[in-house]
């Protein structure tokens, strides 16, 4: 004759019921400890389970297990590369790439070059490269500028002719009579590598002037 502890069955009762509730294909690894703790709890003293199925319903959860983990982080690798996979983001190293931005670093011939917007036709329009210590490094000056983007280029050499090192601060002024526009600016930088999370997160452009997302390029050259 089968003895079943009646607190055991409850708990098993309540176990499974808790399982069920899930829906089915949702088991996790609490459930299944849950299930099998009932299992040890409620079985016949004198007909135990056969420990190799035992041990076989346990092989058969870690591999389940297993497949589930590895699914997760397949989907992470893949949302991790989601601003471009690593193959294609790394055929932009030493290459170009223009980005919104007020700093910018010497590009390969030592130049600093970027783009503003102008928003409406303005009276004048002037570009500084500014150092660090505040200091105007060079800077030029146009008259009427109509709406649009402009571009501007300096070759990164201050009056001696000496090449200078960088990062330098772009200032954009475009005035309107008295009112000066507002000119967001863009400037290019040099893609020195890529870097991939391990524990998850989008694939970066390192460049001079720091991790970039490659959604953010506006162009490559």
């Known amino acids: 004759m089968t003895t079943v502890n009646a607190n055991a069955a409850a708990n098993a009762a309540a176990a499974t019921a808790g399982t069920a509730s899930k829906g089915a294909g949702s088991m996790d690894q609490k459930d299944f400890l849950r299930l099998m703790t009932a299992q040890l709890t409620t079985q016949d003293p004198f007909n135990p389970v056969d420990n190799t199925q035992m041990v076989a319903q346990m092989a058969q959860f870690s591999q389940v297990a297993g497949i589930a983990e590895m699914n ?3 989907k ?3 949302e991790g590369m989601g601003g471009g996979r690593i193959s294609d983001a790394a055929s932009w190293i030493g290459r170009s790439v223009l980005a919104e931005s007020d700093v910018a670093m010497p590009l390969k011939d030592g130049s600093f070059a970027g783009e503003a917007v102008i928003p409406e036709d303005a009276d004048t ?12 490094l060079h800077e030029e000056t146009r008259g009427a500028t109509k709406a649009g983007t402009i571009q501007f280029n300096w070759n990164g050499k201050n009056a001696e002719g000496d090449a200078v090192p960088g990062p330098v601060k772009l ?5 309107k009579g008295a009112d000066q526009l507002p000119t967001p600016t863009a400037t290019w930088a040099t893609v020195t590598g890529i870097q991939s999370p391990a524990n998850g997160g989008s694939t970066k452009l390192l460049t001079s002037v720091g991790s970039l997302d490659p959604a953010d390029a506006l162009r490559l050259a």
């Open 125 to 136: 329009v002037s570009i500084a490269y500014v150092n660090a210590q505040g200091a105007i």
């Open 171 to 175: 200032v954009v002024t475009a005035r």
């Open 76 to 78: 992470s690798l893949v």
């Open 72 to 74: 997760a982080s397949l």
